[in-house]
């Protein structure tokens, strides 16, 4: 299996890298607009990169790692003392997987559509693809700080309480960053494609050694 070379590994630690700077600086900008979390800016551009980039495996690990870098910088764990049920066993555990384990690693599934936006012949098919695969993996994102919210999350805001409030307190910053990313990936895509397709020369090298396997095998049988 040839998709997980030093230089797609590489690619992956860079970009996961870029995206962990992203991140902080969009935290320091947006700290006291959401006191309880969140931020708006480019974290999740370059997961994005990579997903389009390498496929679906590659943009998880990417996600993955940045969540785990994110995570050293320091986590918020709540107190499952006062809870009852499951919460107050598996709760903590619970929320910082949704809170940050799953954040960015979830982003990772725009990789799924990377096959078809290769696959297509035309710019406006390339673009639906990006689009598609940009809001997945946005949406997925939200969805998982939303049910962090629901579970451990009790507020109110604009007279909602409960589940609309982790909706609406989310979706604050969520929303923003799906519609913002999505854009700079359409650019990137339009106007920077090298960005999310390998070099004529990369591919070269990767048939000369599918083609070095195939003959090793032969020799071998």
């Not at 499951?86 to 799953?102: C, E, H, I, N, R």
């Not at 096959?115 to 598609?132: F, R």
């Not at 998982?144 to 109110?156: A, D, M, V």
């Not at 048939?207 to 032969?218: A, P």
Request: net charge negative; with cysteine; proline share 3%.
């Amino acid at each position: 299996m040839k998709k997980f070379n030093v230089r797609v590994l590489a690619e992956i630690a860079i970009f996961a890298a870029i995206g962990f700077v992203l991140d902080v600086l969009q935290g320091g900008i947006w700290k006291s607009a959401f006191p309880n979390g969140g931020s708006i800016g480019f974290a999740m551009i370059p997961v994005f990169i990579i997903c389009y980039r390498r496929g679906f495996v590659p943009g998880i690990l990417c996600g993955l790692i940045l969540s785990i870098v994110q995570m050293l910088g320091g986590i918020y764990v709540i107190n499952s003392g006062s809870m009852e049920g499951w919460k107050s066993t598996a709760g903590p555990f619970v929320q910082v997987m949704l809170d940050y384990v799953l954040g960015y690693t979830v982003c990772g599934f725009a990789g799924c559509f990377a096959g078809l936006y290769h696959k297509s012949e035309t710019k406006g098919q390339k673009l639906l693809w990006i689009i598609v695969g940009c809001s997945v993996g946005s949406l997925l994102k939200y969805a998982s700080h939303t049910l962090s919210g629901c579970f451990f999350w009790p507020g109110e805001m604009w007279g909602v309480s409960g589940y609309a409030y982790s909706f609406l307190y989310n979706g604050l910053y969520c929303i923003p960053n799906w519609i913002l990313c999505t854009a700079i990936m359409v650019l990137v895509a339009l106007f920077y494609p090298a960005f999310i397709n390998a070099s004529d020369e990369e591919k070269v090298n990767t048939e000369e050694v599918f083609s070095e396997d195939e003959q090793n095998k032969e020799v071998n049988e």
